[in-house]
Structure formats: structure tokens, C-alpha cells
Nanobody
Framework: QVQLVESGGGLVQAGGSLRLSCVAS????????MGWFRQAPGKEREFVAA????????YYADSVKGRFTIFRDNAKNTVYLQMNSLKPEDTAVYYC???????????????WGQGTQVTVSS
């Protein structure tokens, strides 16, 4: 089992920045690709970003490219999502996830966190 705990969400004005963190425990963190999904009210959960266990392979949704950056610190068992130039449409619950396959982290990851709310005001 892998346990994931997100933090860093909050309320921010449009154009602002937030950094989300996700701490993993339970298994060897560096064995897993990590990623982020989000779910806005009334919408389906959607892929945001993913990173391989080495950090050398990255994937982003088109809607966040150039604004969001995913990175990880394997020594701290933590993956981050740096979100810049936030827009009201980025408002959602953000979920951290983990899977041994980076492809799976972009579609249907096995492990999920509980989520952290991000609200962007206009």
C-alpha cells in the first residue's frame, strides 16, 4: 500500500501562484511514477501532470503547459506541483496519485490521495 497526503491548497487571486505537496509513505517512493489529477465542481476528474520515478519524463495536460511544473524529491518522498499564472478555471480539488507505470498515472493510477482544494478568484 502507498499512502498519499496532499497539502498546499488554498484561495488565491487570478494570476497568483500556489505550490502543492504530496508526501508518500508505505512503499519505496522512488519505485513509483507520481502525478496529479483535478476535479472541478460538476466535472469529471482530469489529468494534470505526471512525473517518472527518475524525474526524467514529464507529462502535462495542454491546459496547464507553461504554467504548472511537476517535480519530485525522492529523498523526502514528496512530489510537488508548482502552479503559476493561476486562472479561475483552475479551481478544483487536486489529487495526488501514484502508480508503477507513468502511463497509468496519466489515465488510471492505482493509488490516490484525499485531495486538496484550490480556489482561484477572479
Amino acid at each position: 500500500q502507498v499512502q498519499l497526503v496532499e497539502s498546499g491548497g488554498g484561495l488565491v487571486q487570478a494570476g497568483g501562484s500556489l505550490r502543492l505537496s504530496c508526501v508518500a509513505s508505505g512503499r519505496t517512493f522512488s519505485d513509483y511514477a507520481m502525478g496529479w489529477f483535478r476535479q472541478a465542481p460538476g466535472k469529471e476528474r482530469e489529468f494534470v501532470a505526471a512525473i517518472s520515478w527518475t524525474g526524467g519524463t514529464l507529462y502535462y495536460a495542454d491546459s496547464v503547459k507553461g504554467r504548472f511544473t511537476i517535480f519530485r524529491d525522492n529523498a523526502k518522498n514528496t512530489v510537488y506541483l508548482q502552479m503559476n499564472s493561476l486562472k479561475p478555471e483552475d479551481t478544483a480539488v487536486y489529487y495526488c496519485n501514484a502508480d508503477r507505470s507513468i502511463i497509468a498515472t496519466t489515465t488510471a493510477p492505482y493509488y490516490w490521495g484525499q485531495g486538496t482544494q484550490v480556489t482561484v478568484s477572479s
